[in-house]
């Protein structure tokens, strides 16, 4: 769990920025949670799966990010429909 550590605290900033833009969006409902919990999991698997090591370059933790933005977004709109 180290590796997830150093990770969020060089992301830290981005995912304070991100979560709170999805916060006011869509507010804070057990759907929201439970896409975040979804989607964590792609996120983790996308950075582990481009950068196995412990240390990750920005442009590849900002990508997996942005896939994880997108999933969230199309978790929340099927809950929506």
């Not at 006011?24 to 057990?30: E, F, I, T, W």
């Not at 896409?35 to 996120?43: L, N, V």
Request: proline share 4%.
């Amino acid at each position: 769990m180290q590796h997830i550590f150093q990770m969020s605290q060089a992301l830290s900033w981005t995912t304070v920025v991100f979560l709170s833009v999805v916060s006011l969006a869509y507010g804070s409902g057990s759907s929201l949670q439970f896409c975040r919990d979804q989607c964590d999991e792609i996120f983790y698997d996308c950075i582990s799966e481009l950068c196995p090591t412990r240390w990750y370059p920005l442009p590849v933790a900002q990508h997996c990010l942005d896939e994880r933005v997108e999933c969230i977004e199309a978790c929340i709109a099927n809950q929506t429909d």
